[in-house]
């Protein structure tokens, strides 16, 4: 008994505290089940419903991305084949999503690479195969014995290269800057000619440092970016113009003329209205991107109505 109790204790540490799911349709069925095993086992569970896999798997993606490293959130991802979802999870810094078809498949995926999002196939896995997959990918800690190892601890040299992994892999397709960000006069930008935002009519914007990445943006007067939001949270200082900013994960308001500066966490949700030609400096804190939650239509509507 005290074996057994010893061993739900070291399992207890090393779940996750919270997890992150989602899926498509060929995936949902699954993804519940495992949903409802998770919160029988008091794991948090932020269910972010079912959406087209590539959505869905970047939205998990970038919300583990923007979680912090020790917070013990992990993500959950399902689609048919289990792999379209856990491509897009991985295109976000610090996300080792790996798709598992077997238990030994999730205990080598959390021993060798750190997997932090399971992704698992709703038409080829079972629901009883599936939590299997799930407990040993949940209780797995990093470098532990797993079957590549022939269920022994990993010889010294091994462990060294798998530690030494960690700070390597994310590294990986981060863009150098082309500039010494230690010398001013090679950060200089001369040339202001801007280039279209083709996702958002009315705006342009210039890229002057990649990484993390810093613009200069221009929008003209009624341009509205539509709610969205960014993995990196970011600064901005208003130049010329006058906007308002409605963070609608807050439910606040901000109206903005020049000289202005606002900070919006990542994550965050907010819908953006232009009264006059308006340009600002940008800063994220890390690369740019962005995922729309409304088309434009709605978002002009919203702010027609005074429902913003």
């Known amino acids: 008994m005290a074996n057994t109790t010893a061993s739900a204790a070291a399992s207890a540490d090393t779940r996750p505290r919270k997890i992150i799911a989602g899926a498509d349709g060929f995936g949902a069925e699954l993804k519940d089940a495992l949903i409802s095993h998770l919160q029988s086992l008091n794991i948090e569970v932020e269910d972010l419903g079912t959406s087209d896999y590539y959505s869905v798997g970047a939205e998990v993606g970038r919300r583990v991305s923007a979680a912090e490293s020790d917070s013990g959130t992990r993500g959950l991802v399902a689609c048919g084949t289990g792999v379209g979802v856990g491509i897009f999870a991985n295109k976000f810094p610090g996300v080792f999503a790996a798709t598992c078809l077997t238990a030994a498949d999730a205990l080598n995926a959390r021993s060798i690479n750190n997997c932090n999002v399971l992704a698992v196939s709703g038409m080829s896995t079972s629901k009883d195969s599936a939590v299997e997959i799930l407990n040993a990918w949940l209780d797995t800690p990093f470098k532990a014995p797993c079957p590549a190892s022939n269920s022994k601890p990993w010889e010294d040299n091994l462990s060294c290269f798998l530690d030494n992994s960690m700070k390597e892999m994310p590294k990986i ?43 200069i943006v221009r929008f003209k007067a009624g341009s509205v970016e539509p709610a969205h939001h960014h993995t990196f ?59 729309f939650d409304e088309d434009l239509e709605t978002a002009k509507s919203e702010i027609d109505k005074g429902s913003a």
């Open 173 to 215: 397709g981060k863009e150098e800057s082309k500039f010494d960000s230690s010398c001013s006069i090679c950060c200089l930008v001369k040339n202001r000619e801007l280039n279209p935002i083709d996702m958002i009519p009315g705006g342009s914007m210039k890229i002057v440092r990649e990484s993390p990445t810093s613009a």
């Open 233 to 291: 949270g970011h600064d901005l200082v208003v130049m010329e113009g006058r906007k308002s900013v409605w963070n609608l994960s807050k439910g606040e308001k901000f109206d903005l003329g020049v000289g202005d500066y606002l900070f919006t966490p990542a994550g965050d949700v907010h819908r953006v209205k232009y009264y006059e030609d308006t340009e600002f400096f940008i800063k994220w804190d890390g690369h740019w991107d962005m995922f």
